[in-house]
């Protein structure tokens, strides 16, 4: 009983380590909204940001990695708005989370003082490469 709830207390806390930035979240979002709608024209943030309940202002500052990365573009005009630049099945969530946070890293060992001698470093970089897979495997398409 007592190792399923270290166990328990275990996935917690690496989970709790692992959550998401808000920018993330909302972007996320934004790209499953955007894939919802592929092939329907773009969609108005103002819009997309009322009807889901979203931060108007902050998707603002979501969307300008997003068409940094080319996965969104915007149309100007009165039926303006962003859309997907590509395919939700050809966006990989790795893309989504590099556009938006600069990498997928769980752990960086490069700046860190202990890389010599450090026993956790390759648990680590395991964890990583297994998550990185699994975020360059699943598409937005997987998101709808």
Known sequence: MRDES???NKQS???????ISKKTDYGLELARILAENYD????SLKQLAKKENL?????GQVV???KEAGIIEAKE??????FLKRKPKDISLADLIKALEGSVNLCDCVDCQRTVG???KNFWKEIEKNFIIQME??????LI
């Open 55 to 59: 931060p108007y202002r902050f998707l």
């Open 118 to 120: 450090c026993r956790s």
């Open 6 to 8: 270290n166990a328990r």
């Open 77 to 82: 005009g009165t039926n303006g708005g962003y």
């Open 40 to 43: 329907k024209g773009p969609v």
């Open 137 to 142: 495997r699943k598409s937005l398409a997987d």
């Open 64 to 66: 300008i990695p997003l």
């Open 13 to 19: 806390l690496i989970l709790a380590m692992l959550e």
